[in-house]
């Protein structure tokens, strides 16, 4: 796994609940160290080994934990890069749901190395879209599902997302209902960014 999914998990773990929990997974996923290093690559068994830790040390489920850190992904400060990247992908909820379908080429010029969820969005005769999530590591459609709420929320549009399981193919299914595209004054974005 890509040392920036790992290091991703690692940050969402000490912000959100401190640096004395992320030690402590640390030591009891036995890391044999203290940092993740974003541009290395680590075997698939650690991150699957890091993610159930910190499940038992929060005392959640791991979905519940992965939903969390897509959260964290898009509404925390210190990564705003990752909101702006999904920014650029429209005006409106709406906008943003078709540019996942592109979200895999956009982030491969960035990370060439990084292995990015395939993603492919469609909108049902019912007017409801749903989102195919595919990667080698089941789970992502999890973290997928609090992207897309907080992008809601960042867009002040009112939305209903399940995670519907998993197709034969290993696709993970994600159901869309957008409700309200105006429902609530979004989050101000400026494309340029701000000098501070």
């Known amino acids: 796994m890509h040392g920036m999914i790992n290091r991703a998990i690692q940050c969402f773990l000490r912000d959100t609940y401190g640096p004395q929990i992320w030690a402590d997974v640390a030591v009891q996923a036995d890391l044999g160290f203290d940092n ?43 990564v705003e890069a990752i909101r702006r990247l999904l920014r650029f992908g429209g005006n409106e909820y709406r906008e943003f749901l078709f540019s996942l379908n592109e979200i895999e080429g956009r982030s491969r010029l ?32 999890y973290a997928m599902v609090g992207v897309m709420r907080a ?14 399981g998993w197709r034969d193919s290993g696709e993970e299914i994600i159901n869309i209902q957008l409700l309200e595209e105006c429902f609530a004054e979004g989050r101000s974005f400026d494309l340029s960014a701000q000098a501070v």
């Open 36 to 78: 993740f290093e974003a541009m290395l690559n680590y075997p698939d068994g650690i991150t699957i080994k890091l993610l159930a830790t910190a499940a038992r040390n929060l005392s959640k489920p791991v979905d519940a934990m992965l939903e969390d850190i897509g959260t964290y992904l898009v509404s925390h400060p210190n």
């Open 110 to 141: 960035a990370l060439p190395d990084l292995e990015v969820p395939k993603l492919e969005i469609f909108e049902n005769p019912d007017g409801t879209h749903t989102l195919t999530c595919l990667h080698s590591m089941p789970g992502f459609g």
């Open 151 to 164: 992008m809601a929320d960042d867009y002040g549009a009112l939305v209903f997302l399940e995670h519907q």
